[in-house]
């Protein structure tokens, strides 16, 4: 599992605050402290950008004195990307492209001109697909015009967008079955999501467990890469292998339905939160209270 | 291919919720099928409808068309509910206790005044506040001693408030309304929260009802969720009895206010559609949608459906 790391994002007060004063040394230490906790990718979110489009070269350049990690750059705004993308000394990852017109016009090409990898996700004019299906339909059309401009699957990391359990339940567990799909559709195509969305709305100290075990549930459909806390440290060793226990019951979970009521706490929790991730269950805040 | 292939099989039967006490009773819930499915399994009753009584004169923005129903009796809540009961058959009364949201309400007089009218009338009654969390937990908790007994149908509780008014309706041995806005997993959260300590035969679950036209879709699509959760996956949490109080929303309309005939089939197709997507009991403002709609529950118990 590919981790990218999503921790200099511009809704956090600290990242925000650094950006605007160009003050390298916060970014520079949250680059660093999730390539050691063990980010494969790092992320920077610069949001817009609209007025300083150029903040996102400053920030590949800042972010590069530190980490040798490959980047992901993450704006909507192709100049922004662009100004990135210039200075990246890694292989960037252009995060992200979609199936909405302005995307494919502006966004798209740049991972031509560069050839550098591409998330494109499922979004389109029409909005977020809703269901498998549409989600596939989507994704085609768009892989398909990418194709067209010289893109291969192969440098396309494929979003499917994860919705918060708490909005829409039903579409979180469509996901399997569109990670399913993802090999036919797009065959070599890679794969990745924004893993904390799903649990966005949820109390916070439960956050954690629900986002590490769908990781596990999507990793075994074949989910490639998330964007995840790169300081979930439980999260990190389950995707190094080094909590197979916890893996394997998650995975019998899955297959078949264990009765939590025999199982000590831990083991529980696992089994409640596989129960609600598959649908088995309706989600409420207090999954694992009963 | 066998009939039976087509048939859901159900994992859950919604709680019985009675209402009342003995002598004057009304049991609502009980089915193991989704709504009207009587030919997949056991729907012991069809949904009940109560009329709504303001424990104080109905507002000038009421439609005349609606008001002429109750002429003199609107300024008596007991006349206003015999009346509802008597002429009109409502399966039982719906006090909406208005009075307590015009300012600084007289919790201990305005709980003496429920008591009388509920001891002065011959069916059981529900008795919904105003849906201000710190209105409600003064008056309601008030209302529940004074009316220690009688089982109450008593809310709307939410998230905010359930604890202080659960606990009175528990030691005086009411039913609770358990709102939530339009959300089937708050839904869940909220009944997860009650059962702790408040039986779950106690508990009717109130998603809130929007009127045709402002929303009415949402509200349809929650109760559907909440019925296909419980009766198809057995959900323990969501086998609630639920109850559309939608009389109030469906004569806010313009449409409804507009005309008569309007105002009828506004209330009425709201209420249809509530009990088409799961609920159990609704609670409406005019004697002539209840009665259409009843009418439509009377054709499908028998089988004949006329236009």
Sequence with gaps: MILIGENIHI???EVSEAIKQRNPLPLQDLAKKQAEAGADYIDLNVGPARKDPDVMRWLVETVQEVVDSPLSLDTLNPVAMEAGLAVCKKRPLINSASGREDSKRDMLPLAAKYNCDVIISVLTDKGIPSDAASRAEAIMETIAYANEIGIDNENIWVDPIMMPIGVDQPQVVELMEFMDMLPDIAPGAKSTLGLSNMSNGAPHHLRGILNRI?????????????????????MVALMRGEKQADVDLIYRAMDEEINPADLPPHEAALVKTVNVLMGRVLYSHSWLEI | MPLKDFLEASKGAIKEVTIGKEGKSATIGGEAVLPFHNFEGNLPRLPVMALE????????????????????????????????????????????????????????????????????????????????????????????????????????????????????????????????????????????????????????????SSALGYGMDYSFSVMERIKQVAVLFGDDMMKMPIIANLGRECWRAREAKENDQQGILWEAITAMTMFLAGANLAVVGSPDSMKLVKKLLGQFSTGQIEV
């Excluded at chain 1, 989910?223 to 790169?230: N, R, W």
């Design chain 2, 53 to 208: 009584v303001w424990d104080t004169t109905p507002p000038e923005t009421w439609p005349d068309h609606l008001r002429s129903h109750f002429g003199d009796v609107v300024n008596s809540p007991v006349l206003w509910a015999k009346k509802c009961l008597e002429v009109y058959k409502a399966d039982l009364i719906c006090l909406y206790l208005a009075s307590a949201a015009e300012g600084e309400p007289d919790a201990p007089a305005l709980a003496a005044k429920v008591k009388e009218i509920g001891d002065a009338l011959p069916a059981p009654m529900i008795v919904y506040g105003t849906g201000e969390k710190d209105v409600d937990t003064l008056v309601l908790r008030e209302v529940a001693r004074a009316c220690a007994g009688d089982g109450l149908l008593l809310g709307p509780v939410l998230k905010e408030n359930h604890k202080e008014i659960a606990e009175a309706a528990q030691e005086y041995g009411h039913a609770l309304i358990a709102q939530t806005p339009i959300d089937i997993n708050l839904a869940k959260e909220l009944n997860i929260k009650l059962s702790k300590f408040f039986p779950k035969e106690r508990i009717v679950i109130d998603p809130l």
């Design chain 1, 214 to 234: 769908e990781l596990v549930i999507l990793q075994r459909h074949g989910l490639y890469s998330a964007i995840v806390d790169s300081f979930d440290s439980e």
């Design chain 1, 11 to 13: 809704l956090s007060n």
